[in-house]
């Protein structure tokens, strides 16, 4: 079991930048895959990036080349760099973690990006 609490999320305008954090409350070091989605409103929940204990990443599409996914070990975080944020990556971002074929969530953090 593991407990995952987001935080970062803002108000940032088009082009700019912001880092999500997901802070576990165990140590990551054996957990198969931690990974990022989001939702924004009336859409579903779907997948950003995600990486794995051996740190092979898989990013989506409409990510790749802005969005950086990374996890430190040592400190039982994984993060999310976000550049050149555009309107559409607007949502709700929450932290993901595999443990023995069982799912975990955060509670989710707000980004919206908006002039």
């Known amino acids: 079991q593991v407990q995952l609490v987001e935080s970062g999320g803002g108000l940032v305008q088009p082009g700019g930048s912001l880092r999500l954090s997901c802070a576990a409350s165990?140590?990551?070091?054996?957990?198969?895959?931690m990974g990022w989605y989001r939702q924004a409103p009336g859409k579903g929940r779907e997948l950003v990036a995600d990486?794995?204990?051996?740190?092979?990443?898989n990013y989506a599409d409409y990510v790749k080349g802005r969005f950086t996914i990374s996890r430190d070990n040592a400190k039982n975080t994984m993060y999310l760099q976000m550049n050149n944020l555009k309107p559409e990556d607007t949502a709700v971002y929450y932290c993901?973690?595999?443990?023995?074929?069982?799912?975990?969530w955060g509670q989710g953090t707000q980004v919206t990006v908006s002039s």
């Open positions: 993901y973690a595999e443990v023995s074929l069982l799912g975990y």
């Open positions: 165990r140590s990551i070091f054996s957990i198969d895959v």
């Open positions: 990486i794995t204990r051996g740190g092979r990443k």
